[in-house]
């Protein structure tokens, strides 16, 4: 069973920063497809970006040129740089993964296998 926990999360202002991590236990992360989601109440969880186990890429179109999703296999850990970030960012952030059965890319919530608590990022405008 794979353990995420993400840390991060806080309140900035608007074109302002934040890095979130996500510290993945249990299994070798390297070999899963890791992703960033985040939700806000009343509305469905949303892919924010992927990245393989070939460190491949993909981000959801509101965040493409200012998320960056990397990870670091030695630590175990996925991180989310957000730059220029805006109040609709506002939501609570999760971490996920799910073996490499589906196309990294085209992952949504329902395909995931595990999940972390979630980290929440509020943006003031």
């Known amino acids: 069973q794979m353990q995420l926990v993400e840390s991060g999360g806080g309140s900035v202002r608007a074109g302002g920063s934040l890095r979130l991590s996500c510290a993945a236990s249990?299994?070798?992360?390297?070999?899963?497809?890791m992703a960033w989601f985040r939700q806000v109440p009343g509305k469905e969880r949303e892919k924010v970006a992927s990245?393989?186990?070939?460190?491949?890429?993909s981000y959801g179109a509101s965040v493409k040129g200012r998320f960056t999703i990397s990870k670091d296999n030695d630590k175990s850990t996925l991180y989310l740089q957000m730059d220029n970030l805006k109040p609709e960012d506002s939501a609570q952030y999760y971490c996920?993964?799910?073996?490499?059965?589906?196309?990294?890319?085209?992952?949504?919530?329902?395909?995931?296998?595990?999940w972390g608590k979630g980290t929440l990022v509020t943006i003031s405008s």
């Open positions: 996920a993964a799910v073996g490499m059965r589906y196309v990294c890319s085209e992952v949504v919530a329902r395909h995931m296998d595990y």
């Open positions: 249990g299994y070798n992360q390297s070999s899963y497809c």
């Open positions: 990245i393989d186990d070939a460190g491949l890429t």
